[in-house]
């Protein structure tokens, strides 16, 4: 280990380039500035830790990625809701789809016919890919390279939009 003089330099020289990596990973200028003072701190802490010949810049910005990482599991853990109630009331509740209003319903009538007129060789592919099927499967299914599948689906979507272009 480096004498704790050096440590502690090399840490406060790279306080811009950790404040740069840290605005990128949380686009928000005072959570940037509260990651590098988080990072800081846990560099600090595990001074012992660090081995000479590692990258010591490296190791920093692997610290601060890994707070940043934790903190966000964290915080998509916290807005989770977890129904508590007797029935799952809340988890039961109708989710609003959109087709309920009459023009969610007409909108979804006028997609559904546009895609059946597509032929075979467009509405197949795109159909499976609409269901939830990956471009390697429906291409096993159909017995078409994947690069045909993928194209096809691409120039249906496109057709799809030119037909539907007043929904935008």
Do not use: C
Request: charged share 25%.
């Amino acid at each position: 280990m480096a004498d704790s003089g050096s440590f502690k330099e090399r840490l406060l020289g790279l306080q811009g380039n950790l404040l740069n990596f840290a605005y990128q990973l949380t686009t928000s200028r005072e959570t940037a500035q509260d990651l590098v003072q988080d990072t800081t701190l846990k560099v600090l802490d595990n001074e012992s830790k660090y081995v000479d010949n590692v990258n010591f810049k490296g190791w920093v910005f692997t610290i601060m990625r890994n707070i940043f990482i934790n903190n966000y599991r964290r915080q998509v853990r916290s807005a989770t809701v977890v129904d508590t109630t007797e029935d799952l009331y809340h988890l039961n509740l109708s989710q609003e789809s959109g087709l309920s209003t009459p023009e969610g319903s007409f909108a979804a009538k006028e997609i559904s016919e546009a895609i059946k007129n597509f032929t075979d060789e467009y509405r197949v592919p795109f159909s499976m890919y609409i269901a939830g099927y990956k471009y390697n499967e429906i291409a096993d299914k159909m017995g078409l390279p994947l690069g045909t599948v993928k194209s096809r689906i691409f120039f249906a979507r496109k057709r799809l939009q030119a037909l539907l272009k007043d929904y935008r």
